[in-house]
């Protein structure tokens, strides 16, 4: 572990503070919300008319067919806290051919390592998990490229590229830590930051989309979560680029990024961080960024804790969350 | 010599724990002398200056930094909230000290138990004597035997001295203050009663922590944070009672 502030801080999503009032749409927008109790929703994939889900309390994914009706399949996969206290399992999963690719995220606290923990699992039709590789740290998201998977590990804060036959890893990028100045943080410390031009912090990438021959990936800025530290940054989809794009910043944690159309982004945002309160409700978002004109446009406003997003078609976004919601955005 | 060093310690807490009652059964009050002592130092920081002797009356300490368990018998008896890291898989631990506490939260732990935070300058006579040693055993260098500390750029962990985070509070005999005070230096840091430079939003910690480099691990340095900051998994405290 490394930190570059004295008293040094560990968790970075359980604690919520505040009451949230219930998440309000754009005008454009009809928004309807399905609550599951003592769920924690992760990832959200399209599989056909369903939407396939995982659930970071139990351990399991789960369809939900074009009726509603949602129920588990495959393995029950590693899930539990992390010694961050993070929730950690079944971050994302997606639909390839005749099974399913889901990134598994470290090893849950107190747990024996197994052979399913912090890898990039295959799940066949029949339940079957077997491993495509191991050999990653904490696999948050992925992106399919040809027969590899491009991994972010927001663990070793990189891009990994994955064979999907071998399972070999190579690192494609690393992400380097991002600068704020000293005196955004005179508040929480005056002795430790007031007289510094520059405060660095972790660039910790979360979500990905592959898009226009690039991929695009959200960094959540790391501890102190200082309002608008994170960004969008891109960088082409073969090869090992030298240097990210920045594609979008003065982001409150960005966790997940899709595509609604060309160059038209969609950025998640888990919210906004109290110093002394932790994460605040209701202040996640889902925005819209044309990446031509620069224009910014809040599709979803007072999330709590939001985690992934998905295109569904041209009509449809849902949006996960921690606190056991999808939310459906129906395009009027 | 390792069991002489041992019965010292027992000796000295023998003596010292009988002069005053005992609030927290498993981590007894130690007695500080009052008298003249040496305060601040004019090597470090401008805000630790000026060194000088000032006058102190006495009182007592924790032997010990407040611990995961002596904590959750005080949410248990007052139903005030748990610490942000008391179910960590290894900062939770029994025994190690509690983190994860803001300041209103340790002088709420103090109150209960009819004690108090120590001051700044409480903290510093207990950490250096009487004669502003350097460090509570003296001016002999930190070292893994001593303290708990982190390595040598801020502001990592270290687990060279047997700690990669922090260390049972009763760790570290050979790092013990001549009054037989422990982990003074090293392992939490431990908020004071004292605001910084007036402003009582930021409240002082001292004494570094098991991520603390040389530049923060010193009985000298002032860390001021704001004081309903209660995420730090190196922040702690212990409790003191005047005794005039």
Redesign the interface.
């Known amino acids: ?11 970075a999503l359980l ?1 919520i503070s505040g009451a949230a009032a219930e998440p309000v749409a754009s005008p454009d927008y009809r928004l309807t919300v399905e609550h599951r109790q003592g769920a924690r929703f992760a990832g959200v994939a399209r599989d056909g008319d369903a939407l396939l889900i995982t659930n970071l309390a139990d351990g399991r994914l789960y369809r939900r067919d074009a009726a509603g009706e949602i129920l588990p399949f495959g393995p029950v996969l590693p899930h539990g ?1 992390d ?1 961050f ?1 993070d929730p950690t399992g079944p971050y994302r999963v997606e639909r390839t051919g005749q099974s399913f690719i889901v990134a598994q995220g470290w090893t849950p ?2 747990q024996t390592t197994g052979p399913l923990d912090h890898a990039l699992l295959r799940i066949s039709e029949a339940g079957i998990a077997t491993v495509v590789s191991s050999d990653l740290w904490n696999p948050y998201d992925f992106a399919i490229a040809g027969k590899d998977f491009i991994v972010v590990d927001s663990a070793r804060n990189s891009l990994e590229r994955v064979s999907s036959t071998t399972g070999a890893r190579a690192t494609v990028f690393v992400f380097k830590r991002l600068k704020t100045s000293g005196a955004a943080l005179e ?6 930051f007031a007289d510094k031009q520059t405060v660095e912090f972790d660039a910790v990438p979360t979500g990905i989309a592959a898009h226009d021959g690039r991929l695009f990936v959200s960094l959540f800025g790391g501890f102190p979560f200082l309002p608008g530290s994170g960004r969008v940054v891109s960088l082409p989809d073969v090869g090992t680029p030298t240097s990210a794009k920045v594609e979008a910043d003065n982001l409150n944690a960005p966790v997940d990024v899709a595509f609604e159309a060309p160059r038209a982004m969609l950025v998640l945002e888990h919210g906004a961080f109290a ?4 994460w605040t409700a209701g202040s996640g978002r889902l925005l819209r960024l044309d990446l031509q004109t620069g224009k910014r446009e809040v599709l979803l406003d007072g999330l709590t804790r939001p985690v992934s997003v998905l295109v569904f078609d041209r009509q449809l976004i849902v949006v996960s969350d921690l606190e056991g919601n999808l939310h459906f955005l129906n395009h009027r | 010599m390792w069991i002489s060093r041992a019965l010292f310690l027992l000796m000295v807490l023998a003596t010292d724990a009988s002069a005053v009652e005992q609030p927290i059964p498993d981590n007894p009050l130690i007695v500080i002398p009052g008298g003249r002592f040496i305060y601040g130092n004019d090597d470090g920081n401008a805000n630790e200056r000026p060194r000088r002797s000032i006058e102190l009356e006495a009182f007592a300490i924790n032997r010990t930094e407040i611990t995961n368990g002596q904590y959750q018998r005080f949410v248990a008896a007052t139903g005030h909230r748990s610490a942000y890291y008391g179910g960590h898989p290894m900062l939770g631990i029994d025994g190690r000290p509690v983190v994860g506490v803001s300041f209103g939260d340790a002088a709420a732990f103090c109150a209960h138990h009819g004690l108090r935070l120590p001051s700044e300058q409480e903290y510093e006579r207990a950490a250096r004597g009487t004669d502003g040693a350097r460090f509570p055993w003296g001016d002999a260098p930190v070292d893994g035997a001593r303290a708990n500390h982190g390595n040598d750029i801020c502001c990592g962990s270290d687990d060279s001295d047997g700690y990669a985070m922090t260390a049972p509070a009763d760790s570290y005999p050979g790092g013990a203050s001549k009054d037989g005070v422990l982990n003074l230096l090293g392992n939490v840091w431990e908020w004071t009663q004292d605001a910084y430079q007036g402003n009582e939003r930021h409240r002082v910690l001292r004494g570094g922590a098991w991520n603390s480099d040389p530049v923060h691990l010193t009985t000298t340095y002032r860390l001021a944070y704001d004081a309903d900051f209660r995420f730090a998994a190196n922040g702690g405290f212990r409790c003191a009672r005047s005794l005039s």
């Open positions: 572990m490394r930190s570059l502030v004295e008293l040094t801080f560990l968790v604690t806290l010694t206290g606290a107190g508040t929480l410390s005056p002795t430790e110093q002394a309160t932790g």
